[in-house]
């Protein structure tokens, strides 16, 4: 479930209505609650209506005290018997109040205990009959519910007895407070109607009808506090189809813009020239290198700026297309500039350009925080004079400074890993510069009907010839105490390996997960001591982990233990082992993206999955799944990945931009019928209005501006 975000309601409406209202105009917010409230962007009435649930705890199970179930939430109504408060022997205080059965007010043997909670004292006596809902937990030979969310039984449910809503919170906000206020703003009140009620509904009718959905107003009451499982799909479908309607509607705007008011310049090469450079690579293209080149090719030579996404497998030469585009671009005068989201990746690609242009290509710089002041200022000069045909750089492309006297082609590798923000200022680097990014991250057919709808496909299938398979093995836990002395006779030899886990410190969650920081200390000091062996996490700072893996490229490390931080990253042809300890923590994209980063070279390379479910796991199965002889591809893998779990952590956390700024919509998890739903009729009503200024699309107008005005891309 994506994370609740607010939206200033004032921006799409043209009348003032309640929901304009200070969020001190309802019962109970004072000067101070309002300040805790801003922390969260919330400052009106309309505001707070927008702040959804990110999550929802199910006390719609109602049982008899005297038959609670262990271990499940679940709601029980019972008489309050005897208030004991104590300190526990770490000096907290705890309130228990005995449960009696309101049947025949008997003890019930049941307690209920908070730490703290002076209030229960002070708002229940004995005798009272309350409502409780929580997790029963054995104490002892009785049960306990322990710290249980509690009601006078005659009061409106709110906290306990339904779906009750959990919300986003900040320092000194008490849960409890937000959503009775919540909960006042959605159902009403004594001699207060519900402001929900005037939430305008701004989708046209036609659309609604035609697709079921809920009115608007009805939709965000079942959200926040939902009467069914079935009703808060309903309302979550049409919260989910506005916001994805308008994405649809946005994206296809700012794609029609660029094509009708851009000039790119035409970027193009003679035949002979173009086929003088392909044959002058120490390798043979791929048949979907050449189709990729072609599409890219045809779209730079015309004065409609590409917007292009060039997916492929892991070493599948995705760099080599894009080097020979940067070619085109130079020949036609203008300069090209490649961003990579981190300094080892762009000095990869920085020596493959420097490899491929050596026989009279074009001049090619790297750029990066770490380049010299005086580099750098014969870089930036020679970029705003023209001299400097292309660039390969981080993030510092997009800073203040950097300027380029013509630049033709933008390319962003791993376009995943920058937010559009970013890829966007790359772009207003130039003229209507054309742009292709690339991406080795299968990506779901579903996100590019949505966040990449303004963008064209390319995809290379194959690998170039010469890479070697990887040899997968899925193992138990138990195994290791074989892998490892296998391991030290791979490093014997000359070898190198590289050990994932899915965590880097013990103390980062609850459970027993692998732990880099743990499992490096346990084998340089033990199965693989003697060895040299390096930690790598993301937490270490950039110029130490930069300092690591150019130690482990250069040989000087024998082991490198590491998190995903390994997931993109240069190429080590020496490194042929790798071990994913507790290997069913990962998504079958990111296992095969970990796995790519071994078989690089001429040694036959080996991937060990560690994992308690190696017997068992359908996903671990595809890992060492084949089919017509050969092992699953990353797409074929995604796909599989998609059927067997969903999409939900599909791109993972470094996924940003436009999905941190939506409401409902995880664009990691997109439901394919809202997609296509929402593509047709996107494309439909701009059909009729392409500018959205019919007086029934005022409302979608007003959505779209509101949605890249949060983005700041307007």
Not at 76 to 82: D, P, Q
Not at 291 to 318: C, H, N, Y
Not at 387 to 415: C, I, N, P, R, Y
Not at 642 to 662: C, V, Y
Request: charged content about 30%; hydrophobic content about 40%; glycine content about 8%.
């Amino acid at each position: 479930m994506a994370a609740s975000r607010t939206t200033p309601s004032s921006s799409l409406r043209n009348s003032s209505t309640s929901l304009d209202l200070k969020v001190e105009a309802l019962p109970g917010v004072g000067d101070g609650s309002a300040k805790l409230l801003e922390r969260l962007g919330i400052r009106t009435i309309g505001d707070l209506l927008w702040h959804l649930p990110t999550r929802y705890l199910d006390y719609a199970d109602i049982r008899p005290v005297r038959h609670l179930i262990a271990e499940r939430e679940q709601t029980t109504e019972a008489i309050v018997g005897a208030i004991g408060q104590r300190r526990t022997a770490r000096g907290q205080m705890l309130t228990e109040v005995e449960l009696l059965d309101p049947a025949d007010m008997r003890p019930s043997g049941v307690k209920a205990t908070w730490f703290g909670r002076q209030f229960i004292k002070e708002r229940f006596r004995e005798g009272q009959l309350i409502r409780l809902s929580g997790k029963a937990t054995w104490f002892g030979r009785s049960l306990q519910l322990s710290n249980p969310q509690v009601e006078a039984a005659d009061a409106e449910r709110v906290h306990t007895g339904r779906m009750v809503p959990v919300y986003r919170l900040t320092e000194g906000l008490k849960e409890g407070h937000l959503r009775r206020w919540l909960h006042t703003a959605v159902e009403g009140g004594p001699k207060r109607s519900p402001v929900v009620t005037e939430v305008p509904d701004e989708l046209p009718p036609a659309i609604r009808d035609r697709r079921e959905l809920l009115p608007l107003p009805e939709a965000l009451k079942e959200v926040h506090f939902p009467s069914t499982d079935a009703r808060l799909i309903e309302g979550r479908r049409r919260l989910a189809f506005d916001e994805l309607l308008t994405l649809q509607l946005g994206l296809a705007q700012r794609r029609a813009r660029w094509q009708k008011n851009a000039k790119a310049p035409t970027l193009t090469a003679p035949d002979a020239d173009v086929r003088r450079w392909i044959e002058a690579l120490p390798f043979t293209l791929t048949d979907g290198q050449h189709a990729a080149f072609a599409e890219i090719r045809a779209d730079i030579g015309r004065t409609i700026p590409m917007s292009r996404l060039l997916e492929g497998d892991v070493g599948s030469g995705k760099t080599v297309v894009a080097a020979l585009a940067a070619r085109i671009a130079v020949a036609a005068g203008t300069q090209a500039a490649l961003m990579a989201p981190t300094e080892l990746l762009a000095e990869q690609h920085f020596r493959t350009l420097t490899l491929l242009f050596a026989e009279g290509g074009p001049a090619v710089r790297l750029l990066t925080s770490s380049v010299s002041a005086p580099d750098r200022r014969e870089i930036l000069a020679g970029l705003a004079e023209g001299t400097l045909d292309v660039v390969v750089g981080t993030h510092a492309l997009v800073v203040e400074g950097v300027t380029f006297k013509t630049l033709g082609l933008a390319v962003v590798d791993e376009q995943h890993r920058f937010g559009v923000r970013q890829r966007t200022t790359l772009r207003e680097k130039g003229v209507d510069p054309h742009l292709l990014l690339t991406t080795a991250t299968p990506i779901p057919r579903t996100l590019t009907q949505t966040i990449y709808r303004d963008l064209d496909l390319s995809v290379l299938q194959e690998l170039p010839a010469g890479r070697q398979e990887i040899r997968t093995e899925v193992r138990k836990p138990e195994a290791l105490a074989k892998v490892w002395p296998w391991l030290r006779e791979h490093v014997a030899s000359g070898d190198q390996a590289f050990i994932v886990t899915p965590r880097i410190d013990p103390a980062d969650g609850e459970d027993d997960a692998p732990s880099a920081i743990d499992t490096y200390e346990e084998l340089r000091h033990g199965a693989l001591k003697g060895l040299r062996i390096a930690l790598l996490h993301g937490r270490m700072p950039a110029k130490e982990r930069d300092a690591v893996m150019r130690a482990f490229a250069g040989g000087e490390l024998d082991v490198l233990v590491a998190t995903t931080v390994v997931e993109v990253g240069i190429d080590v042809p020496n490194a042929t082992v790798m071990v994913i300890l507790g290997a069913e923590r990962f998504g079958l994209a990111q296992l095969h993206q970990l796995r790519g980063r071994i078989g690089r070279g001429e040694k036959r390379s080996v991937a060990v999955l560690v994992s308690d479910e190696a017997g068992g796991s359908e996903r671990l199965a595809a890992m060492v799944e084949r089919k017509d002889g050969k092992p699953l591809d990353g797409f074929a893998l995604a796909q599989r990945d998609l059927d067997i779990r969903g999409a939900g952590e599909f791109l993972g956390d470094e996924q940003s931009g436009l999905g941190e700024e939506l409401r409902i919509v995880d664009l990691r998890d997109v439901d394919p019928r809202l997609a296509r739903e929402t593509a047709e009729d996107a494309d439909a009503i701009l059909a009729a209005d392409p500018t959205l200024e019919k007086p029934e699309h005022a409302g979608l107008a007003r959505a779209v501006e509101a949605l890249w005005r949060r983005y700041a891309l307007a």
